[in-house]
């Protein structure tokens, strides 16, 4: 009897350039770890979207498609991919990135050796349309520096986590009420319940921006931030949480133009 997968993979789709999602699913499916699944929510309208991932899952049993009925916004597709994971371990992927070869099998290895962590994500190559870098990141590695950063930015990139399995059997799911900053509020509230994040300092995925940055990233506006940080706020440590805040409200105001110029001069 096959065994069940160390690691799930959930990937939304929605309308993707079929280029690109080829692509992503090919990094995950040619992974030097093999014993995963992944799982495909697809929430597409699109015939040549459904088409491509009906024939690509068709080619490889690993793979899991999950059809929904009716357009979900992107938490409650992130949750039926959690509900239906059997793995070890639970991955994201986004449909326009690309996963390098070694991304799970060194995340796995982490989190088996560091059983105190919950959570584990990676810095990132920003690539363009056309797969070429334009810029890079890194993100804090340790639990009191996470913190700190986590006051002004996002602690993780999303499509880089990778979690135990026993945060989602404890009940902690996306908040559905979060169309957008979903992945913010899971992590912050995580911290809230002494869920430790680690960040490995290498490149595991290429971070994909098509257009302006903001519009990937930050979606409609920062509103979803703000709300993510209000709901979050802790009383045990009030004034960082007001500042919290304080720097996500005045996000709001900031012009798109602005955040795409700051982004792009970042290394």
């Known amino acids: 009897m096959?065994?069940?997968p160390i690691v799930s993979v959930i990937l939304v789709a929605f309308n993707e350039d079929v280029r690109l999602l080829k692509r992503s699913i090919n990094s995950i499916t040619?992974?030097?770890l093999k014993n995963i699944e992944l799982i495909i929510v697809d929430d597409s309208t699109e015939q040549k979207t459904v088409d491509i991932i009906n024939?690509?899952?068709?080619?490889d049993h690993r793979i899991k498609v999950l059809r929904t009925e009716e357009k979900k916004i992107f938490s409650q597709a992130l949750n039926l991919g959690l509900e239906k994971a059997k793995g070890k371990f639970i991955a994201r992927m986004d449909p326009d990135d690309i996963s390098h070869p070694i991304r799970l099998e060194s995340q796995v290895d982490f989190l088996e050796n560091n059983p105190r962590y919950s959570i584990v994500g990676s810095a990132i190559q920003i690539i363009d349309e056309n797969g070429l870098e334009?810029?890079?990141?890194?993100?804090?590695?340790?639990?009191?520096a996470l913190k700190l950063w986590s006051i002004f930015r996002n602690p993780l990139a999303h499509p880089t986590v990778m979690m135990r399995r026993g945060i989602i059997d404890e009940g902690f799911l996306y908040d559905e009420d979060f169309s957008k900053a979903e992945d913010l509020e899971l992590w912050l509230r995580l911290m809230n319940n002494n869920h430790k994040i680690y960040n490995l300092e290498q490149f595991l995925l290429s971070y994909r921006v098509v257009g302006n940055f903001s519009d990937k990233r930050f979606g409609e506006n920062f509103q979803y931030n703000f709300l993510a940080r209000r709901k979050n706020f802790s009383w045990r440590k009030p004034i960082s949480g007001a500042i919290s805040l304080v720097f996500a409200k005045m996000y709001t105001f900031v012009p798109k133009r602005l955040i795409d110029s700051a982004y792009k001069i970042t290394k």
């Open 2 to 4: 096959q065994d069940e």
């Open 134 to 144: 334009i810029s890079s990141r890194k993100y804090p590695k340790s639990s009191s």
């Open 30 to 32: 040619q992974q030097t």
């Open 55 to 59: 024939q690509i899952s068709s080619m």
